[in-house]
């Protein structure tokens, strides 16, 4: 009888293995024919590089090239942002074993590589969706095998992947969902927890967002699932609430509970190595809301209705508007359960309930708030949008696998389409254009190669096509249930087809919007100049570098965001742009002339030569064709690409100066604020900066000012600064002395910006693009003049009070100074953050000072001095060893579960 029941298990392993890896296989075929037919690397020169794919992802996964060949470090590294722990970001954003792959592909082809990582990833939540199916619900028989793999692929086609191609951190949490469920499935039965374990354990330890998803997600599935076999007429699913060998009723539920709660914590403890640093270094930031008082909003985000309006092929998420489509046939199986399931009312409402709350996950504020926990969202809408997904399939899956045909008549699919098409035909009345179906239309218009289409009425014929094709087919498949079984094969192999080519659809519709056209050849030629200008210019002291006008593949012109090339070309500079920041140096760079955006990314389109003298920025990128170079010494460039100029005002990045103690202003002007600082460091009262005077012209939507020069202005020794803040948030465009300069009034635009003299004049110039005559907008304006003269004598009197030697690199200083006097301090361009341990002559230094709130400032004492400073990631060692316990853990549950199950098996 044993070797009968290991016969069976093995045979449905492979059945369960077979079928894993043909959906798996079946998605992959689908995405590269996908990627033919839009020109996709690597079988064209487009790539999925949208949005943060173009400005974080392909210089992260450059940077992370070099972590793995021993180039660069991911505990501290001086290439993110002024100097910063780059663990949570590797936590973040590398984290998953897939990243690894990286190692074999060249910087030039990082754009290809983020294409590949996404059919693996898609096809392996495909072959996971597929296990799950098949251990839910045992299919048996071509049909339902051929059901199965439909689900997947609907699972792993769904907009949520494409649409996330460029985060491919959060594509580890959905293919990992369908192994956790199964995970807590088996706790209920009473089986082993070890995979739920370790799969919640990977899920935190891969990417901690979308990992604590999952856990919120696996409990809710848990109470889904006790309460759904307390009420099935199944009686063998209905034992199972109980765990095996434990009396009945709550007593065993309980058990299940505790073992859900053991293994969760389990799997906490596991990742405990990756997250308690993560999460220690995060809760520094402060930047949108992080509290429970969220969850008192109890309001809606848009209309639930559009839940149904925005399920169609081709459609994206957007704040009030979830995109969870996954085919029609997905949709038709949904509504198909509670009008022709065989399933009794208590489970149809507990059914019910349960697709509800996945609605309300994306509807009501407070489960909004949760799922994205705690936090405010302002990009990639719905980032756990692959756990109502799922929700769906898995509730089509429970009709369509689960024997509930019986009371199925051949009229009720069409009836489904039907009531779909009637909803979305009322809703195109209600509001013919909502921005998913216009982005919809443009694309499609794009693809048809600028073809004129109806922007409103495409759409809707988009959403009607083919949920009707499918209820016909599954209408003619009821029909013919009696027929010959070559001919229902037929059926049913076309239905496989029809769904497939929707499926597919959609995902040409998302790959073209999601895509940078030429953007693999783009990014090759701009990685091969960039570094070729770098090598131009080996500098192997420390010094940093400071790109103001950009080229390439970052975002449109001239809203540029490549601020993680620093780390993606190892060089050091001022700039990052990861969801890990280091919030007290962007607010320093904010205040002293570099505008900060969310505490998050430190935008420098407009060379701040005093800021970067002081941070000891020795050189200096510029556009090929940017002519406002005063003060600059060009070095070398790559024709039609950038110039790099050496900045001969440069400060040491460590120098001794009088006074102790921290010291900021309280100064919001950049210019007035760095005169305070100089001031400071310099001993002297350091008037870099003057003011001058301009006139102000208003011409409907367009203020112009005319900046007014001194008769004796030096154009060669004083450069000229521009502030502008507005009481409005209406866009604009920036005109420098007539030429467009870039946007105003918009993300990532300066507010702080060179102004060029051109034949003895200045002015610059603010067109707003927008409606501004029935408001009374106010420009604050701020016009100075930097004195060259005045920083070279400040930059020559602190190179005079340099140090006596030093070694900086990453996540280490050690600087020597020799006669110092009695209330002097060391300066430093080097920022503190929590990890920093400063030694003075071997004696701890407990707390050190701040320049500007930043920048590390040691009291030194008479005579000579070594300073050292090391970096360690904060509560690293200590997460390695509760990794290590939760090692442990495991085995102990392990051993208990043999034990019980040891035991249970003499009792029978």
């Not at 040891?902 to 029978?908: D, H, M, N, V």
């Amino acid at each position: 009888m044993t070797k009968i029941r290991l016969k069976a298990q093995y045979r449905d392993s492979l059945i369960c293995l077979g079928i894993s890896l043909m959906t798996a296989l079946l998605t992959a075929a689908v995405i590269f024919a996908v990627f033919a037919i839009t020109g996709m690397a690597p079988l064209g020169s487009s790539v999925l590089l949208y949005r943060d794919g173009q400005n974080q992802m392909a210089d992260l996964f450059c940077w992370y090239k070099d972590v793995l060949e021993g180039k660069a470090s991911i505990d501290f590294s001086f290439a993110k942002s002024l100097g910063g722990s780059n663990f949570a970001v590797f936590a973040y954003y590398m984290a998953s074993p897939f990243s690894l792959l990286v190692v074999f592909f060249d910087k030039k082809d990082v754009a290809t590589f983020l294409d590949i990582l996404f059919v693996i990833k898609t096809s392996l939540a495909a072959a996971t969706a597929a296990y799950y199916l098949i251990r839910k619900f045992k299919p048996a028989g071509l049909l339902y095998y051929g059901m199965t793999v439909v689900l997947g692929l609907s699972y792993a086609l769904s907009p949520f992947f494409i649409c996330q191609s460029s985060n491919t951190m959060w594509l580890d949490g959905a293919y990992l969902l369908p192994l956790i469920l199964a995970g807590v499935e088996k706790v209920i039965e009473g089986k082993r927890s070890t995979q739920l374990i370790i799969c919640l354990a990977m899920s935190l330890a891969f990417n901690w967002y979308t990992g604590i998803i999952n856990v919120m997600f696996s409990g809710i599935w848990f109470v889904f699932e006790i309460v759904r076999r307390m009420v099935t007429d199944d009686e063998a699913d209905r034992k199972t609430v109980v765990t095996k060998g434990v009396p009945s009723g709550i007593k065993g539920i309980l058990i299940a509970f505790v073992r859900f709660v053991l293994s969760a914590l389990c799997s906490a403890v596991l990742a405990a190595a990756v997250l308690l640093p993560t999460l220690y270094m995060l809760s520094e930031r402060t930047y949108g809301r992080s509290d429970l008082s969220m969850l008192k909003d109890v309001g809606f985000i848009g209309n639930v209705v559009d839940i149904v309006s925005n399920y169609s092929f081709g459609l994206i998420s957007i704040k009030g508007t979830a995109s969870v489509f996954a085919g029609s046939f997905v949709f038709i199986g949904i509504v198909l359960l509670f009008i022709a399931g065989m399933k009794n009312l208590k489970e149809k409402i507990v059914y019910g309930v349960f697709l509800l709350f996945t609605v309300m996950i994306f509807y009501w504020k407070p489960l909004v708030s949760l799922f994205s926990l705690l936090r405010e969202v302002e990009s990639f809408w719905y980032r756990y949008a692959y756990v109502g997904i799922f929700a769906l399939v898995f509730i089509a899956a429970s009709f369509y696998l689960d024997g509930e045909s019986g009371k199925l008549k051949p009229w009720m699919p069409a009836a489904c389409a039907a009531g779909y098409i009637v909803i979305n035909v009322i809703m195109f009345f209600v509001s013919p254009t909502t921005v998913p179906s216009l982005l919809f239309a443009s694309t499609v218009e794009d693809l048809a190669g600028g073809s004129r289409i109806d922007y409103e009425k495409a759409p809707l014929i988009a959403k009607m096509i083919f949920p009707a094709i499918v209820s016909v087919i599954l209408y003619l498949c009821i029909f013919s249930r009696k027929e010959k079984n070559w001919f229902r094969n037929i059926l049913a192999g076309l239905l496989g087809v029809i769904i497939l080519v929707e499926l597919s659809l959609g995902q040409v519709v998302l790959a073209r919007k999601c895509s940078e056209t030429n953007g693999s050849s783009d990014l090759t030629s701009y990685i091969r100049y960039e570094k070729a200008l770098l090598d131009a210019v080996p500098d192997n002291s420390f010094v940093r570098r400071v790109q103001t006008t950009y080229h390439g593949y970052h975002s449109e012109a001239p809203l540029y965001a490549s601020y993680n090339e620093p780390m993606a070309f190892g060089f050091n500079s001022l700039t990052s742009f990861v969801s890990d920041p280091e919030q007290d140096t962007i607010k320093f760079l904010d205040r002293a002339g570099y505008t900060g955006y969310k505490d998050t990314i430190t935008v420098t389109t407009s060379e701040n030569i005093a800021l970067d003298s002081l941070l000891g920025v020795k050189y200096v990128l510029l556009s090929a064709d940017d002519q406002d170079t005063a003060g600059l010494d060009f070095v070398a460039g790559v024709e039609n690409f950038k110039n790099i100029f050496t900045n001969p005002y440069v400060l040491p990045v460590a120098f001794r100066y009088k006074g102790t103690g921290s010291y900021d202003s309280d100064k919001t002007n950049a210019a007035l604020y760095l005169n305070d600082i100089y001031t400071r460091l310099s001993g002297k009262e350091a008037e870099l900066y003057s003011p001058l005077e301009y006139e102000e012209v208003v011409e409907d939507q367009t203020f112009t000012y005319n900046i007014a020069l001194p008769e004796d202005f030096d154009a060669k020794n004083n450069v000229i600064y521009a502030s502008f803040d507005t009481n409005t948030d209406k866009p604009a465009i920036m005109y420098i002395n007539g030429n467009r300069y870039e946007d105003f009034n918009r993300f990532l635009s300066q507010k702080q910006v060179r102004v060029a003299v051109v034949d003895g004049k200045a002015a610059v110039s603010i067109e707003f693009t927008k409606d501004i005559s029935n408001e009374d907008v106010n420009i604050n304006v701020e016009i100075c003049s930097l004195d060259l003269t005045k920083l070279d004598k400040i930059a020559k009197n602190a190179r005079l009070n340099s140090v006596s030697r030093q070694v900086i690199e990453d996540g280490y200083a050690r600087i020597e100074v020799n006669n110092a006097k009695e209330g002097e301090s060391l300066f430093t361009s080097i920022p503190y953050e929590r990890g920093w341990t400063v030694t003075l002559n071997g004696a701890p230094i407990d707390k050190v000072d701040l320049i500007g709130g930043c920048l590390m400032s040691i009291p030194l004492e008479e005579g000579a001095n070594v300073i050292e400073m090391d970096f360690e990631v904060p509560y690293k060692q200590e997460g390695l060893y509760i990794s290590i316990g939760g090692v442990v853990f495991l085995m102990a549950i392990m051993i208990a579960e043999e034990l019980l199950t040891t035991r249970k098996r003499k009792g029978e």
